[in-house]
């Protein structure tokens, strides 16, 4: 494995910076990347702060800095030791002004402002955490989309996920010879996604969950037999109903995520429009 340190530095929270970073890193083989993240930066005692750090930890740097002096500091010190200082934003920046004729505004954290659509998301994730594995599930008809999957099929990672994304999201197991809330089935507004999965990485989920939690693994959880009933059974609700189905068993939560919004904005527009 190849170390090397990257020194991630915003004027904002960091995760536009951690998310591009992250992203570029992954089309890397065995790295291993030693990260230093520096967030909120928008004195020039923070900026010191920093370069001292670059001194004692040479490595590459990522930077979204709308500050013209602190953004100088940094470029100066980072040529003055041969080290990439990357502005992640300024070419795409750049470029739409250019198309659209338009000056830009520089604010630090402007992307994070307390808008409607801020509050929209802090209100689907509270939705999210208190719609969690069936729990209140007489409100489904409040949600944007409801999950429905037999155990251990990411259902909960990908509501938080939607819900950062700002769509009310619930979700509701799927367990053999338990009924199914009454309400789910009588559903217009929600749309509903059948999540299903192959039995062999299900048992291999199953089996790793069993060891973190210390318990007994030969239980009817981890059984071939009965995980291909449950997601044979699962599938026939899923078809009975016609709700969309993903196959969860190579797809990452954000992938899943992506393909939910998809079936979502075909399932507004055949119901005549509206916000999720």
Same mark, same amino acid.
């Given at each position: 494995?190849?170390?090397?340190?990257?020194?991630?530095?915003?004027?904002?929270?960091?995760?536009?910076?951690?998310?591009?970073?992250?992203?570029?890193?992954?089309?890397?083989?065995?790295?291993?990347?030693?990260?230093?993240?520096?967030?909120?930066?928008?004195?020039?005692?923070?900026?010191?702060?920093?370069?001292?750090?670059?001194?004692?930890?040479?490595?590459?740097?990522?930077?979204?800095?709308?500050?013209?002096?602190?953004?100088?500091?940094?470029?100066?010190?980072?040529?003055?030791? #041969?080290? *990439?200082?990357?502005?992640? &934003?300024?070419?795409?920046?750049?470029? !739409?002004?250019?198309? +659209?004729?338009?000056? =830009?505004?520089?604010?630090?954290?402007?992307?994070?402002?307390?808008?409607?659509?801020?509050?929209?998301?802090?209100?689907?994730?509270?939705?999210?955490?208190?719609?969690?594995?069936?729990?209140?599930?007489?409100?489904?008809?409040?949600?944007?989309?409801?999950?429905?999957?037999?155990?251990?099929?990411?259902?909960?990672?990908?509501?938080?996920?939607?819900?950062?994304?700002?769509?009310?999201?619930?979700?509701?197991?799927?367990?053999? #010879?338990? *009924?199914?809330?009454?309400? &789910?089935?009588?559903?217009?507004?929600? !749309?509903?996604?059948? +999540?299903?999965?192959? =039995?062999?990485?299900?048992?291999?989920?199953?089996?790793?969950?069993?060891?973190?939690?210390?318990?007994?693994?030969?239980?009817?959880?981890?059984?071939?037999?009965?995980?291909?009933?449950?997601?044979?059974?699962?599938?026939?609700?899923?078809?009975?109903?016609?709700?969309?189905?993903?196959?969860?068993?190579?797809?990452?939560?954000?992938?899943?995520?992506?393909?939910?919004?998809?079936?979502?904005?075909?399932?507004?527009?055949?119901? #005549?429009?509206?916000?999720?």
């Amino acid at each position: 494995m190849k170390k090397f340190n990257i020194h991630l530095v915003s004027d904002s929270t960091g995760e536009t910076v951690g998310s591009v970073a992250r992203a570029a890193l992954a089309q890397f083989d065995n790295l291993e990347p030693e990260e230093f993240n520096w967030t909120l930066v928008r004195t020039k005692t923070q900026m010191e702060r920093i370069i001292e750090s670059i001194r004692e930890n040479p490595g590459a740097v990522i930077y979204t800095l709308v500050d013209n002096t602190l953004r100088d500091m940094l470029k100066m010190e980072c040529a003055r030791r #041969g080290l *990439p200082c990357i502005a992640i &934003l300024a070419t795409v920046v750049s470029e !739409l002004s250019a198309f +659209l004729g338009l000056e =830009t505004h520089a604010s630090p954290g402007k992307q994070h402002a307390l808008n409607e659509d801020y509050f929209s998301r802090v209100d689907a994730i509270n939705y999210a955490l208190a719609h969690d594995d069936g729990q209140g599930h007489w409100e489904l008809d409040e949600a944007d989309i409801v999950l429905v999957g037999v155990s251990r099929t990411s259902k909960s990672p990908t509501c938080v996920y939607l819900a950062y994304k700002g769509y009310k999201t619930a979700n509701i197991p799927f367990v053999l #010879g338990c *009924p199914l809330p009454p309400s &789910l089935e009588a559903l217009k507004k929600p !749309l509903v996604v059948g +999540l299903t999965i192959s =039995t062999d990485r299900l048992q291999q989920i199953r089996k790793t969950r069993l060891q973190s939690l210390k318990q007994e693994q030969d239980t009817n959880y981890v059984d071939m037999e009965k995980m291909e009933e449950e997601i044979a059974e699962s599938r026939k609700l899923y078809h009975k109903h016609k709700w969309p189905i993903i196959d969860v068993t190579k797809r990452s939560v954000e992938e899943t995520a992506a393909t939910i919004v998809q079936y979502f904005k075909k399932h507004q527009e055949k119901m #005549g429009g509206g916000n999720g």
